[in-house]
C-alpha cells in the first residue's frame, strides 16, 4: 500500500544571524502598512523600535499592539483586531515569543473571516477566506510557532485553551534572527528550550510521524540536546544561540506536521487554570510522560537516548532508560521546577484535576501518543508530575 505524506511550511523561511533586518525587504512585498503584535520588553529592549525603522525605509508605515502581557488570550485577539481594523492595516508582523505570534496568527484569520477565535476550535469551523498575511519573528529559541499552522489561546470566559490546527494560521513568512534570541534570560533560555525539545520528541514519537518530519524532528534533537546547556549558562554564546534557534524552527516544522502528544495535551489545561507559561508546563511534564510511555516506544526512544551518550553499544532498553534519565537530569540541571515547586497549591490541583483530564483528553492530542492513557491514568499521572523529582541521572550530551 502507498503511503503519502503532507509537509507544510511557511512560503518563506529566512535564518541566520542579522536577518531581522530582512523585514523590509519581506514586508514590502505584503503591503503599505504593519500592525506589529509584539510586548513591552520587545519595546525596552529596542526592537519595536527597531522594526519600525527597517519598514520605513522600505515605506511601509506601521501601528504597534503591546498587550501581549501572559500566553495569548481572547482579550488580547480582540484588542488587537480593532487595533489592525481601525488602523486600516493590510499586514501583520509579530515580534516576540510564541504569545505574541499565535496572537498574530488568531488576528491574521479572523480579518477576513468574521466571528471569535473559538469558533474555529475543535474543527467546528475552517476559515473559507484567505489570511491576511502575517510575517512571524521570533525571539525566543522555543515555541516553533513561526513555522506551525497551531495556535492556542485561551478563551477567558471557560479558562479554557483552545488549540486550533488548519492551514490558514501557517505564517506567509517566518525570519528567525538568532541574535533575538539573546536577550532571553537564563529561565526562559531554559524554559523554552525544553518545550523546542519536547517538541521534537513529540514529533518523532507521535502516531502521525512520516520520514520527512522524522528527519526534522531527529536534527532538532541533536541540535537542542547538544547546545541547550551552553545556551543556558552563557547567554552571548551565539554558536549555541544559533543552533538552539534551528533546532526550535526543526522541532516546529515536524510537530506541526506529525503533531504533539500526550505533554501538550496535559500542559494546555495547567497554563489555562493555573496560569503556568507554556513552555515551562511542558518542561515539567515531559520527563514523568515520557516514563508512563517508555515501553510502547523503546526503539524511538533509543535513538534519543544515543544522542545523550557516545556508547553506542547499548541494547534498546538500555538507550531507552538513558533517553528517560537524561531528559530528567537536563531538566535538574536547567532549573526547571516542577508543578509544587512552582507555587500551584496542592488542594487546588487536586481538586483540579478531574477537568484537567478531561480537557487534555478532549484535546486529542494524548491519542497521538505511543501509550494511550485512560481518563483515569491521566489522573493519576497528573498527581504523580506534581512534585515529580527531576534527577541528575542519566547522560550529558557529547
Same mark, same amino acid.
Given at each position: 500500500?502507498?503511503?503519502?505524506?503532507?509537509?507544510?511550511?511557511?512560503p518563506?523561511?529566512?535564518?541566520?544571524?542579522?536577518s531581522?533586518?530582512?523585514?523590509?525587504?519581506?514586508?514590502?512585498?505584503k503591503?503599505?502598512?504593519?500592525?506589529?503584535?509584539?510586548?513591552?520588553?520587545?519595546?525596552?529592549?529596542?526592537?519595536?523600535?527597531?522594526?519600525v525603522?527597517?519598514?520605513?525605509?522600505?515605506?511601509?508605515?506601521?501601528?504597534v499592539?503591546?498587550?501581549?502581557?501572559?500566553?495569548?488570550?481572547?482579550?488580547y485577539?480582540?484588542?488587537?483586531?480593532?487595533?489592525?481594523?481601525?488602523?486600516?492595516?493590510?499586514?501583520?508582523?509579530?515580534?516576540?515569543?510564541?504569545?505574541?505570534i499565535?496572537?498574530?496568527?488568531?488576528?491574521?484569520?479572523?480579518v477576513?473571516?468574521?466571528?471569535?477565535?473559538?469558533?474555529?476550535?475543535?474543527?467546528?469551523?475552517?476559515?473559507?477566506?484567505?489570511?491576511?498575511?502575517?510575517?512571524?519573528?521570533p525571539?525566543?529559541?522555543g515555541?516553533?510557532?513561526?513555522?506551525?499552522?497551531?495556535?492556542?489561546?485561551?478563551?477567558?470566559?471557560?479558562?479554557?485553551?483552545?488549540?486550533?490546527?488548519?492551514?490558514?494560521?501557517?505564517?506567509?513568512?517566518?525570519?528567525?534572527?538568532?541574535? &533575538?534570541?539573546?536577550?532571553?534570560?537564563?529561565h526562559?533560555t531554559?524554559?523554552?528550550?525544553?518545550?523546542?525539545l519536547?517538541?521534537?520528541?513529540?514529533?518523532?514519537?507521535?502516531?502521525?510521524?512520516?520520514?520527512?518530519t522524522?528527519? &526534522?524532528?531527529?536534527s532538532?534533537?541533536?541540535?537542542?540536546?547538544?547546545?541547550?546547556r551552553?545556551?543556558?549558562?552563557?547567554?552571548?554564546?551565539?554558536?549555541?544561540?544559533?543552533?538552539?534557534?534551528?533546532?526550535?524552527?526543526?522541532?516546529?516544522?515536524?510537530?506541526?506536521?506529525?503533531s504533539?502528544?500526550?505533554?501538550?495535551?496535559?500542559?494546555?489545561?495547567?497554563?489555562?487554570?493555573?496560569?503556568?507559561?507554556?513552555?515551562?508546563s511542558?518542561a515539567?511534564?515531559?520527563?514523568?510522560?515520557?516514563?508512563?510511555?517508555?515501553?510502547?516506544?523503546?526503539?524511538?526512544?533509543?535513538? &534519543?537516548?544515543?544522542?545523550?551518550?557516545?556508547?553506542?553499544?547499548?541494547?534498546?532498553?538500555?538507550?531507552?532508560?538513558?533517553?528517560?534519565?537524561?531528559?530528567?537530569?537536563?531538566?535538574?540541571?536547567?532549573?526547571?521546577?516542577n508543578?509544587?515547586?512552582?507555587?500551584?497549591?496542592?488542594?487546588?490541583?487536586?481538586?483540579?484535576?478531574g477537568?484537567?483530564?478531561?480537557?487534555?483528553?478532549?484535546?486529542?492530542?494524548?491519542a497521538?501518543?505511543?501509550?494511550?492513557p485512560?481518563?483515569?491514568?491521566?489522573?493519576?499521572?497528573?498527581?504523580?508530575?506534581?512534585?515529580?523529582?527531576?534527577?541528575?541521572?542519566?547522560?550529558?550530551?557529547?
Amino acid at each position: 500500500m502507498n503511503a503519502f505524506f503532507n509537509l507544510r511550511t511557511p512560503p518563506l523561511i529566512t535564518y541566520g544571524s542579522g536577518s531581522f533586518k530582512k523585514i523590509s525587504e519581506v514586508a514590502a512585498l505584503k503591503g503599505k502598512k504593519a500592525l506589529i503584535i509584539s510586548d513591552k520588553m520587545m519595546e525596552q529592549l529596542g526592537n519595536v523600535d527597531r522594526c519600525v525603522g527597517f519598514l520605513e525605509k522600505c515605506r511601509v508605515s506601521s501601528v504597534v499592539y503591546l498587550g501581549v502581557e501572559t500566553e495569548p488570550t481572547d482579550q488580547y485577539v480582540a484588542e488587537a483586531l480593532q487595533m489592525f481594523n481601525e488602523s486600516a492595516c493590510d499586514h501583520i508582523i509579530s515580534l516576540g515569543g510564541g504569545s505574541c505570534i499565535d496572537t498574530a496568527k488568531a488576528v491574521s484569520v479572523l480579518v477576513g473571516n468574521d466571528g471569535n477565535i473559538d469558533d474555529f476550535a475543535g474543527g467546528k469551523r475552517v476559515a473559507d477566506q484567505p489570511p491576511i498575511p502575517h510575517i512571524a519573528i521570533p525571539t525566543t529559541a522555543g515555541t516553533g510557532s513561526e513555522a506551525t499552522d497551531v495556535t492556542v489561546i485561551t478563551n477567558t470566559s471557560n479558562q479554557v485553551k483552545l488549540m486550533i490546527k488548519q492551514p490558514a494560521f501557517m505564517p506567509a513568512a517566518a525570519i528567525v534572527d538568532p541574535e &533575538l534570541s539573546k536577550s532571553s534570560p537564563k529561565h526562559v533560555t531554559a524554559a523554552t528550550g525544553v518545550d523546542a525539545l519536547s517538541h521534537a520528541i513529540e514529533a518523532y514519537l507521535s502516531k502521525k510521524s512520516h520520514p520527512m518530519t522524522d528527519m &526534522l524532528a531527529f536534527s532538532a534533537m541533536e541540535l537542542i540536546v547538544k547546545n541547550i546547556r551552553d545556551a543556558y549558562t552563557d547567554g552571548c554564546n551565539m554558536e549555541a544561540r544559533e543552533k538552539m534557534s534551528l533546532g526550535s524552527l526543526e522541532a516546529g516544522m515536524a510537530f506541526t506536521n506529525a503533531s504533539v502528544c500526550l505533554v501538550h495535551g496535559m500542559s494546555r489545561p495547567i497554563g489555562a487554570l493555573f496560569h503556568v507559561p507554556h513552555g515551562f508546563s511542558n518542561a515539567m511534564l515531559l520527563p514523568a510522560v515520557l516514563e508512563f510511555s517508555r515501553d510502547s516506544c523503546v526503539e524511538r526512544l533509543a535513538d &534519543l537516548g544515543r544522542v545523550f551518550t557516545l556508547d553506542k553499544d547499548l541494547s534498546d532498553e538500555e538507550a531507552a532508560d538513558i533517553a528517560v534519565n537524561s531528559v530528567s537530569g537536563l531538566c535538574a540541571d536547567l532549573n526547571i521546577p516542577n508543578l509544587k515547586g512552582w507555587g500551584i497549591d496542592e488542594e487546588a490541583f487536586i481538586l483540579a484535576v478531574g477537568k484537567m483530564a478531561k480537557d487534555a483528553m478532549d484535546s486529542g492530542s494524548p491519542a497521538n501518543n505511543p501509550r494511550v492513557p485512560t481518563l483515569q491514568e491521566l489522573q493519576e499521572l497528573y498527581l504523580y508530575c506534581y512534585d515529580y523529582q527531576f534527577s541528575g541521572k542519566g547522560a550529558a550530551a557529547k
